[in-house]
Structures are given as structure tokens and as C-alpha cells.
């Protein structure tokens, strides 16, 4: 069994941008890394096979959806999450702290954990540090993730102080009961858009000790000028001998601008939601393929791509399939999404080598237009 492993290989010397090299029980992966969401042990619409030729190295599941559906018992007995979902490379799962904040009406924390309803079938579950630690090693994820407190955006300073206390004193409980040794784990650090916090929670979780560390609690409705200030102060202090995990975070341009300043890992559920909605994303923008504009339109949704869908499918049948309701319509933009998202990351990890890292982002940005077409 692979022991956990973080390499640095390079770095772009214009920037903090930098590319390295992960090992874990179940294979590598370079970063930067786009991870797709499988949250309930399957990334939506795409098989895995698909996903391997997207050139997908790691995926990431959710330990608390899981855990109520189908529940431990069925994916112990399937030998772990793995062979339950067929793919033999590395997974992280998310603690479920995002679910909670998700929650937030409906849930009741206390230093012990949290208290809430299942989405599922309405039973009463209480989560705590322990308990989420023993969900993600019988999950036996490659990397698993502390249970923190997530808190929405807020100026309210001591509400974000007490929900940084409390994600570190879950840690100090959450690392005291891992045991699976072929399991990483990943500390997280809140702190809002509060330097002070952010810094304070850095320093205290370092000193607990993880295999690599998160950014929590961004992106949960701060401004974006606002986010981009936090990640700039807070991602050169992080270790530079772990790996940088910014949770949550998901569109181009935020990959650039997060990797410019030193994040290593991404997730997010945009490629997979998007093209359920019939949305694609493409270097100069997002493609809205239900619109009219596209009735006739002979073009793939992007030219210089090699995903499967665009060889083979014009703008004009994927506009067809999503205004008919066709499941194909879902998979195959999901699928170049995934591509689209994967190998604009990798890219990125060709240019930091070259020291062309900026360059790249100045031609990407002058060319993507945010705005929907």
C-alpha cells in the first residue's frame, strides 16, 4: 500500500503559482488538479470510463450523503467505495461540513457535533468529529477531510472567530481517532474574509499537524474582490511541503486567479451542473445551447477541443437533445464540461513548468468572455 505523499516539482518564479506531484494508496495525480463531484459515489451523468478519458485523475465523493444513502453497511460490504463505484484512482471525501452550513435552519450544533434531519427520510442523525472519521475510513477514501464548521459569509467577526475555535478543537478530536494508514488526512482552515482569523487558524491547525490543508468557507457568498484578497494573504503562508486544497471554488477564472496565488486542488460542481442544465463551457465563454441562435449551427461547442463530444456532435444536435429532453444532451455537454474543466487545470500545470503561467492566464482571460451567448 502507497504511503501519502506530496512533492513540489516547480514553481513559476513570476508568481506563487506551482506544480506538484501527489501519492496515495490508489495511484498519482499532479497539481494544480481539478477534481469532478461525485457526491453520491458517481459524478452526474458521465461513466467512469468517460471520466478516465477526460483525463480525470481524482474525483470527490461526500461522506455524509453517502452515509445515508446506501449507508456503511452496504459499501463495507462492497469492499469499500472503490469497488462499490468502480474506479480504481484516488478519491477524496468531503466531511459534510458544507452540507450542515447548507442546513443551516434546520441543524443544531454543539461542541459535541451536529444535530439535523436527514434530506433522505426525515430521521434524526448527530454527527460529531468521531463519528464522520468512521464513516470516511469505512469509505476507505484516499483522502479524507476533517468535520469543520462552515460558516456563511458574514462581517460578523465573532460569529466566524467561534466557528473557527470550533473546527479546531473538531480536529484535534477528529485526528486523535484516525487510524486507516492508507488514508490522508486534510485539515481545514476557516477564518471568513478576516486576515487575523484566517491566519490564527492556519497557524493553530498546522500545529495539530495534516497531511494537507484546506481553505474552507469561501465562496459561501463574499464578494469576489473580497475572496481573491483572503486567498492572497493566506495561500503563500500555507505549507509549502503539503498540498493547497481550495474548497468549493469552480469556475476559469477563479482557477487562474487561485493558482496564481498558490492553490494546488479544486472541486466544484459547476461542469456537472451546468450541462445538466444545458450550459457549456468553452475558452471564449459559456455556450447556452438551448438558445435559437444555435438551431443550425454546424460547430462543435469548441473547436480546438478533442473531448468525444466535440468530435463527433454539432452545436445544432446538442441543442436538439436538450430542448427535447434527451438524457444524451446532459452527458455528453457534462462530458465535455469535465473535459473542458480538467484540461484547462492541466494546462495550466504545462505552463507554470515553462514559466509562462501568466502569459497564459493574460491570453485565457482575453479571450473568455463570462457572460452567457
Known sequence: MKKFGFKLLGTDKKCEARVGKVTTAHGTFETPVFMPVGTQGTVKAVMPRDLKESGSEIILSNAYHLYIRPGLEVIQKLKGLHKFMAWDRPILTDSGGYQVFSLSKLRSISEEGVKFNSYFDGREIFLTPEKVMEIQQVLGSDIAMIFDECPAASKDKPSIEKAVNI???????????????????????????????????????????????????????????????????????????????????????????????????????????????????????????????????????????????????????????????????????????????????????????????????????????????
Not at 485526528?175 to 476557516?190: N, V
Open 167 to 373: 473546527t479546531l478543537r473538531w480536529s484535534v478530536r477528529a485526528k486523535k481517532c484516525h487510524k486507516l494508514k492508507s488514508q490522508a488526512l486534510f485539515g481545514i482552515i476557516q477564518g471568513g474574509t478576516f486576515k487575523d482569523l484566517r491566519r490564527e487558524s492556519l497557524e493553530r491547525t498546522v500545529e495539530i499537524g495534516f497531511d494537507g490543508y484546506a481553505l474552507g468557507g469561501l465562496s459561501v457568498g463574499e464578494p469576489k474582490p473580497e475572496m481573491l484578497e483572503a486567498l492572497t494573504d493566506i495561500l503563500p503562508r500555507m505549507p509549502a511541503d503539503k498540498p493547497r486544497y481550495l474548497m468549493g471554488v469552480g469556475t476559469p477564472v477563479d482557477f487562474f486567479e487561485a493558482v496564481e496565488r498558490g492553490a494546488d486542488m479544486f472541486d466544484c460542481v459547476n461542469p456537472t451542473r451546468y450541462g445538466r442544465n444545458g450550459t457549456a463551457f468553452s475558452s471564449d465563454g459559456l455556450v447556452v445551447l438551448r438558445n435559437t441562435r444555435y438551431k443550425e449551427d454546424v460547430k462543435p461547442v469548441q473547436r480546438d477541443c478533442d473531448c468525444y463530444t466535440c468530435k463527433n456532435f454539432s452545436r445544432a444536435y446538442l441543442r436538439h437533445l436538450v430542448n427535447s429532453h434527451e438524457i444524451l444532451g446532459a452527458e455528453l455537454i457534462t462530458l465535455h464540461n469535465i473535459h473542458f474543466f480538467v484540461n484547462l487545470v492541466k494546462s495550466m500545470r504545462e505552463k507554470i513548468r515553462k514559466g509562462q503561467f501568466l502569459q497564459f492566464k493574460k491570453q485565457f482571460l482575453n479571450r473568455f468572455d463570462p457572460h452567457t451567448r
